[in-house]
């Protein structure tokens, strides 16, 4: 009885593999199982934002077509300090660090759109700052068109302004020259005023009029992550996988050595045989 529990016998060759093979296996779903709760303690939620063209930003329609590469400057813009900070006053918070650490972008290929990821422990503040994220990007977007709008605006009005100034001198001149070629001259000159002022006022109409729509959320921010039952179940599962694969491999390796170590003894164990009685035997039949 002892000796088939004995670890050299068949017996207790089969416990040993089996023990292993067992223990890998429970050691892998215990540590699957640990980063599956750590996982599943933390939500995502994604909002997904449709990013129309808008003049004074990377993502306009002046291009030759290939702006879709400028929507990377834009998912950057969404992690911007100034978006941020704006984020922050909405969810009350002061620290730009952690908070910007749950925020993730990315830009499906050839799509005008951003998804806007965010992680947390609690589930309500993952959808809560994945919206406030949206939002503040599209606000900052419209501000900054705004903006570029407004400059172009004052610009051209202060043209427009030099110009009108300009045509009246003309039309004073021309009103108390008294040559005839001075006065052609004049008029040329205020005609060509006239029509500059003209264009002008068409480019300041088509500034003021372009469109300041800066995108919409298509999708509003919600929790796209797995609940946490499943996702331990994954992990563990996946863990007790890997226990039981590295276990094999062990076994595989171990059976292997003692393959190798089996023949090397059996080659030490042949017996050496001795010729040396042939050889005298045959010595003497040759003698006579």
Do not use: W
């Amino acid at each position: 009885m002892n000796d088939v529990l004995r670890p050299g016998s068949a017996r207790g060759r089969l416990t040993v593999p089996l023990a292993v093979l067992v223990g890998l296996t429970v050691l892998g779903a215990v540590l699957g199982f640990a980063y599956g709760t750590r996982t599943a303690a933390r939500y995502t939620a994604e909002a997904t934002v449709l990013v129309t063209p808008l003049a004074g930003n990377p993502f306009s329609s002046d291009g030759a077509g290939d702006n879709l590469i400028n929507l990377e400057t834009e998912a950057q813009l969404v992690t911007s300090d100034a978006v941020a900070q704006t984020v922050a006053r909405d969810v009350r918070t002061s620290n730009l660090t952690d908070l910007l650490n749950g925020l993730h972008v990315t830009v499906p290929p050839n799509t005008q759109i951003l998804q806007v990821d965010y992680t947390s422990h609690d589930q309500s503040v993952a959808r809560s700052r994945a919206r406030s994220f949206a939002n503040a990007y599209l606000d900052f977007r419209k501000a900054r068109a705004d903006q570029v709008v407004s400059t172009k605006s004052t610009r051209i009005q202060d043209e427009i302004d030099t110009q009108t100034s300009q045509l009246d001198d003309l039309v004073k001149k021309q009103g108390v020259e008294k040559q005839a070629v001075r006065r052609s001259v004049l008029q040329k000159q205020i005609s060509g005023a006239t029509t500059q002022i003209g264009q002008l006022r068409t480019a300041l109409t088509d500034v003021q009029t372009s469109a300041a729509d800066p995108g919409q959320v298509i999708t509003p921010a919600h929790v796209v992550s797995r609940s946490p039952a499943s996702t331990r179940i994954l992990f563990t599962a996946a863990g007790a996988l890997v226990g039981l694969i590295i276990g094999l491999l062990i076994l595989v390796f171990r059976s292997r050595s003692r393959e190798l170590d089996d023949e090397g003894a059996t080659s030490l164990r042949e017996p050496v045989v001795d010729d040396a009685p042939a050889r005298a035997r045959v010595g003497q039949h040759q003698n006579v």
